[in-house]
């Protein structure tokens, strides 16, 4: 079975502070995602990665960074953390073909003071 | 930018109950898929119909696709309370496309 986990269920910071949401997978695939999702809004995608040391912007980008240093691990960074960035972060893992299912970890829920 | 629009909003059955939800969308796909997810948690691949595909089966699960009318929906048969959860459409619409997903639909099963 495929597993994405990622670093933190729950997270708490203030504003202004640089906060690291990292995601593992164990399959070996190519592309990897970050999400985030609020009510009403249904996911957005912030980054995507297609290759080790690859990105591209998502739909939305704005205040959002992200690494890919080693094929399974893709990093997302609040460079300084706002409140309108509260919200649930969830990252996907999908092998290469971009038709593929998406598998998913559980999500990080981050709570910005 | 969303593609698939879920219908309805919010669903509540009781148990034993067949479940329906739509799924339309703007543009040709390569595949629309399902996705489920528990309050809290992350999304759960369900099935995944590709655009030369008419109806697909999974257990308790039948999708089918009109291309013509550029709709899906999703039947889940005989529902049980552990079927509580929300349901998200999801469309792969050309080449190195990504997925663009829908709202969601909530499904509250009444055991």
């Known amino acids: 079975d495929v597993k994405v986990t990622q670093s933190s269920r729950y997270l708490v910071k203030r504003t202004g502070e640089k906060v690291f949401l990292e995601c593992v997978q164990d399959m070996d695939h190519e592309n990897m995602f970050w999400y985030r999702q609020d009510p009403g809004l249904g996911l957005r995608l912030i980054y995507f990665?297609?290759?080790?040391?690859?990105?591209e912007k998502g739909d939305i980008p704005e205040g959002y960074s992200v690494s890919r240093e080693k094929k399974e691990r893709f990093s997302l960074i609040l460079e300084s953390a706002s409140t309108n960035q509260t919200s649930m972060y969830l990252c996907a893992s999908q092998f290469k073909g971009w038709s593929e299912t998406q598998y998913f970890g559980p999500g990080t829920r981050l709570l910005v003071l | 930018s969303q593609q698939g629009e879920e219908d309805p909003q919010a669903l509540s059955i009781q148990e034993g109950e067949n479940a329906t939800m739509n799924c339309s969308y703007k543009t040709s796909i390569n595949n629309l898929q399902w996705y489920r997810q528990n309050s809290g948690r992350g999304l759960v691949h369900l099935i995944l119909i590709r655009s030369n595909e008419r109806e697909k089966h999974s257990g308790r699960l039948r999708v089918t696709l009109d291309t013509s009318k550029k709709s899906s929906s999703l039947l889940i048969t005989a529902s049980r309370a552990a079927d509580t959860a929300s349901y998200f459409c999801a469309t792969d619409s050309g080449a190195n496309s990504k997925l663009t997903f829908g709202k969601g639909i909530t499904l509250s099963v009444r055991p």
């Open positions: 990665s297609y290759d080790v040391k690859m990105k």
